[in-house]
């Protein structure tokens, strides 16, 4: 096998990451929650982030949307370190994440969803029009079509188009990285199909985008690269569309598949827990 | 490849513009969808007005009595108001009657007592209800006790503040004309009309302008019908009422009583600025932010914390305001003002007018609405020779009846989601 590699296609290989971790620690008191993680996020791609409950995903992704620093390694965005110790940190690089449980106010028409905490404002006024006007804008160019009306209540939104919105947010403010934490989880069938679209298109307008998902089909549906979690540390970061859903699986479940993954115990597995993520490695 | 959102201007087709049905239909969903508003407000007053006026033609469906209902219930009214904000919170004042009381006595102890002025009077009052309120809201947000419990203590603690200033069975007597008149004289008839024409034509002509404004944008508008139908509507329901009250209502007739009740400038004043920062500004976004989701406000970069301190300054400021009003209705403070049922008419005002008790949805029109039910109900049972006992227990089961519409609507709002 020749595909432990992340074999970046050759009209990919001048795209560097736009947003890069190196060596990331995290411990909680004495756990090790992240052991020398390295994650590649690119732009006008799909990262899928895996891994099973505890593997440390929420954690990587609260490290990068500034919830709480790391403990040691290297974040890069566009090529230089950043230090992101807040949100709004995060927010200010083009850093957004649409967190599970969405944090909409149902009694909030879409429109005061998408601008909470950032209303525009004239002469300290709320600019209703503006606001209007731009959330249509947004959701028009995402080509979502299934909500009527910018005014309608959040409450009366089913998932799907709570879902919607709440990526709508997050792509709102020109932001270059978008963080979705299971976008998926709670949405039927049809629904799951229009947000996965949604994230696809997504990065096809060039945005990063980093998915969390437990779905091996949505992951492998709609990902250019798959990072697998494995007990706090990275174990791969492969093309999605070198591998199969059962290499994925095992990889999460066992940290290594095949020649994709952890070195066995007993060869210095703690050492050599390569990601072998780095493009054009291997031919 | 652009990575900025709003690229791509969709050119949007003419501007919808939505008509008389597509308004009563939306209308229905909204009702539908659990969101009713005012809505059985609205009609329990009708039918309470209708009900009264048919056992009581003499007395109930006069302009002195009219008048009357409006110097009543303003002090609820101002109470109910300034409880909306810690309502749309999903929090709770049960000090506020008290606040209003203790403020009042404030201003009575210092005019009576020192020889104030009444305006240094009344900011003393305000002022008492602000130091209150920011007591209040301070131990809520910083030490995190449920303001079911803080208000509770604050029930307790400022009842006997006002009973310690007040004296034990007195009260006292406010000193010159200025605060009586507040809720007892009237406007001149000409300045009535003024505030009529002030009002119909702002509520008509500021509609209009936001119609032209957005359509000339090419956002969805109501069409003009729509809106010359609502503003008619609106300027018939004022100009009658101000007919009404232009007339000659004494009932002796010895001295003339006409015009518009002062305190209806208060009211209007309150309402509007009130509505005004709740709708107009972030902060009353924030508001109803935080009463929908605190978690979502929070992560969203709002100051949550400050944001609650500020609705439970302004409760205790505008009981602060009652106070002024309940001290003028009457023309002295007693240990009793604010006290006994005037909180909880309060509160039972804003839920009755449709303001919600789980948070995130009211108005300030639904404290005025509210009012108008609770006084309409205890004056129209009063004058039919019915006990207080009977005006209590019927408050309490309309109180009962809107809470449940209240906590109905809210589940069919949830179930209506996805």
């Given at each position: ?8 296609p ?7 990451p ?5 060596g990331?620690n ?10 020398s993680v ?10 899928a982030?895996v891994?099973d409950?505890g ?9 990068l949307?500034?919830?709480y620093?790391y ?12 230090h992101?110790?807040?949100p709004?940190?995060a927010?200010a690089?083009?850093i ?12 909030l ?5 998408m601008f909470?905490?950032?209303?525009e ?6 600019d209703?029009?503006?606001?209007e006007r ?23 939104l089913s998932?799907?188009?709570r879902?919607?919105v ?8 020109n932001?270059?990285?978008v963080?979705?934490?299971e976008?998926t ?5 049809a ?30 549906q709609?990902a250019?690269s ?10 791969a970061?492969v093309?999605g ?7 994925v ?17 007993g060869?210095?597995?703690?050492t050599a827990?390569t990601s072998s ?7 | 490849?652009?990575t ?12 919808a513009?939505?008509g008389l049905v597509?308004?009563l239909?939306?209308?229905?969903d ?19 007005v209708?009900?009264f ?20 219930g ?5 109470l109910s108001m ?5 309502l749309?919170?999903g929090?709770?004042d049960?000090s506020a009657?008290?606040t209003?009381g203790t403020?009042a ?8 007592n020192?020889g104030?002025p009444w ?16 007591t ?11 303001s ?6 604050g ?6 503040v006002?009973?310690?200033?007040v004296?034990?069975?007195g009260?006292i007597?406010?000193?010159?004309k200025a605060v ?8 001149p008839?000409?300045l ?23 359509r000339?944008?090419?956002?969805a508008?109501s069409?003009l ?5 609502k503003?008619?509507?609106i ?13 000659q209502?004494s009932?002796?007739?010895?001295a ?22 709740l ?23 709002i100051?949550?914390p400050?944001?609650?301190?500020f ?6 400021t505008?009981?602060g ?6 001290a003028s209705?009457a023309?002295?403070v ?6 006994g049922?005037d909180?909880l008419?309060?509160v ?8 919600s ?5 009211g108005?300030?029109?639904d ?8 006084v309409?109900?205890?004056?129209g ?15 309490g089961?309309?109180?009962?009846v ?9 589940r ?7």
């Open positions: 096998m020749t595909i432990a590699a992340d074999q970046a050759s009209a990919e290989a001048g795209n560097a736009l947003l890069s971790l190196r990331i995290k411990s909680f008191g004495a756990i090790e929650v992240l052991r390295d994650l590649d996020i690119r732009a006008g791609e799909v990262t982030l891994g409950n593997a440390g995903k929420s954690t990587l992704i609260k490290g949307a500034g919830i620093p403990d040691s390694g290297t974040y890069s965005y566009e090529g230089r370190e950043v992101v110790h807040s709004k940190a927010n690089l083009g957004e994440v649409v967190y599970q449980d969405l944090a909409l106010c149902d009694n028409d879409i429109v005061h969803n909470l905490g950032r209303e404002t004239e002469h300290g006024l709320l209703e029009v503006s606001m731009k959330a249509g804008e947004t959701l028009a160019g995402l080509s979502v079509r299934t909500v009527k009306s910018v005014r309608q209540r959040v409450a009366s998932g799907g188009q879902q919607t709440a990526i709508a947010r997050a792509v709102l403010w932001s270059r990285v963080i979705l934490d976008p989880a709670a949405l039927g069938v629904q799951t199909e229009q947000v996965l679209n949604l994230v696809r298109r997504l990065a096809d307008r060039g945005l990063a985008v980093l998915l969390i998902s437990h779905n091996m089909n949505d992951v492998l709609v250019d798959i990072a697998v979690l494995y007990l706090g540390q990275m174990v970061q093309r569309d070198s591998v199969t859903n059962s290499q699986v095992e990889l999460i479940t066992a940290g290594r598949s095949g020649d994709l993954g952890m070195v066995p115990a060869a210095g597995a703690r827990s993520d780095e493009p054009g490695d291997n031919s | 490849m652009t900025t959102a709003v690229s791509e201007t969709t050119g949007a087709p003419a501007p513009q939505i597509d308004t239909k939306a209308y229905r909204k009702v539908r969808g659990g969101d009713i508003g005012s809505l059985p407000a609205i009609l329990g007053l009708v039918a309470l209708l009900f006026s048919l056992k009581r033609p003499n007395n109930f469906p006069t302009a002195f009595n009219f008048a009357n209902l409006i110097t009543q303003a002090a609820v009214m101002v300034g409880l909306i904000f810690v749309l919170l929090e709770i049960l009657g008290f209003a403020s006595a404030v201003m009575a102890k210092f005019m009576a020192h104030w305006p240094l009077g009344m900011l003393a009052c305000i002022v008492t209800g602000l130091v209150i309120g920011t209040i809201g301070t131990i809520v947000t910083r030490l995190g006790i449920p079911f419990v803080v208000t509770l203590a029930f307790l603690a400022l009842g006997g006002q009973l310690a200033i004296g034990e069975g009260s007597q406010l000193p010159g009586y008149n507040l809720d007892n004289a009237n406007l008839i000409w009535g009309w003024v505030l009529f024409l002030v009002v119909a034509g702002g509520f008509a002509g500021l509609n209009y302008y936001r119609i032209i404004a957005r000339r944008i090419g956002l508008t069409s019908s729509v809106w010359a139908l503003s008619v509507t300027a018939v329901i004022l100009g009658l009422a101000t007919a009404f009250l232009s007339k209502r009932p002796a007739s010895v003339s009583i006409k015009g518009v009740p002062d305190v209806v400038l208060l009211l209007l004043f309150l309402l509007l600025s009130l509505t005004f920062l709708v107009r500004t972030p902060l009353g976004r924030h508001i109803y932010a935080i009463g929908g989701n605190a978690e979502a406000a929070r992560r969203a970069g100051n949550v400050l944001t609650k301190t609705c439970f300054i302004m409760c205790s505008m009981a305001v009652a106070g002024i009003v309940y209705n023309n002295s007693s240990a009793q003002t604010g006290g049922t909180l008419l309060a039972g005002a804003a839920v009755i007018g449709g303001c008790l789980f948070g995130g949805r108005r300030i029109l404290a005025v609405i509210g009012g108008l039910v609770v309409v109900i205890s004056n049972m009063l004058l039919l020779n019915l006990k207080d006992a009977y005006v209590q227990i019927f408050s089961l309309v109180l009962l809107a809470a449940s519409v209240d906590a109905i609507s809210r069919r709002a949830q179930a209506s989601g996805g």
